[in-house]
């Protein structure tokens, strides 16, 4: 088992380089976390469940067992996640209906084409596609409301512009992971669009960490913009 898990090691570098780094924002979410609101604490288990299902992936490739299971899991997981890192936020009834509904749809829509022997790419894509409607739908009440003074400090602000430009970048990745992810694919290509994959995913912890540091300038409350 040790010698297949170093050789995946030496196969897919990125990967583990990218395992790592998500410790980077933890750090920072641990550091700031008793002036973290209920979103950003949302954050902190969305990190800590990639960081879970990254190491479970490594243990059950190493042992030559299917993890694909994993990533449509942790997709539906991920995107409830990401619900809640928002919603908080987002004062309009109304649009926190539409929010909830739109999350409901994903997540049933997920499970039906949840699979457990291979990469399910509409449970991927349906999670993407809601988090970049969530997104959008906040940027669109920043911009309505007007109510940070510095956006540069805002923590949402930068989470929501990591996410997006992962879910964004992944799109056609997920999109075509069938084909990807399959067993008759150029191997070239797979490990270039999974490597794609890492540096978004990289990209996407980087803004987090940010988030996470500059929590501290919003006080105890960051989630409050009423």
């Known amino acids: 088992?040790?010698?297949h898990f170093i050789s995946l090691v030496q196969k897919f570098p990125l990967?583990?380089?990218a395992e790592v780094f998500t410790v980077v924002p933890?750090?920072?979410g641990i550091i700031q976390f008793k002036r973290l609101g209920p979103g950003m604490k949302a954050l902190m288990l969305?990190?800590?469940l990639i960081l879970l299902r990254d190491s479970v992936s490594d243990y059950?490739?190493?042992r030559q067992i299917s993890n694909l299971f994993l990533y449509n899991t942790s997709a539906l997981l991920e995107a409830i996640l990401v619900y809640f890192i928002f919603i908080g936020n987002?004062?309009?009834?109304r649009t926190k209906r539409y929010i909830l509904y739109t999350l409901l749809l994903t997540t049933i829509a997920g499970l039906l084409f949840w699979s457990n022997a291979e990469i399910s790419s509409e449970t991927?894509?349906?999670s993407k596609v809601f988090n970049i409607i969530i997104v959008l739908t906040y940027f669109n009440y920043l911009l309505s409301e007007l109510r940070i003074a510095n956006i540069l400090i805002h923590s949402?602000?930068?989470?929501g512009s990591g996410l997006i430009l992962q879910a964004t970048g992944t799109f056609f990745v997920y999109l075509f992971s069938k084909i990807i992810f399959s067993t008759q694919s150029d191997p070239e290509i797979f490990v270039y669009y999974w490597n794609f994959g890492q540096m978004m995913y990289v990209i996407f912890c980087c803004f987090a960490a940010v988030g996470l540091w500059v929590s501290k300038y919003e006080g105890v409350d960051n989630q409050s913009l009423s």
């Open 156 to 159: 949402l602000f930068w989470v």
């Open 15 to 17: 990967s583990i380089f």
């Open 90 to 93: 987002l004062k309009n009834k």
């Open 26 to 28: 933890i750090a920072a």
């Open 60 to 62: 059950f490739a190493a």
């Open 1 to 3: 088992m040790l010698d």
């Open 124 to 126: 991927l894509v349906l």
């Open 46 to 48: 969305l990190l800590a």
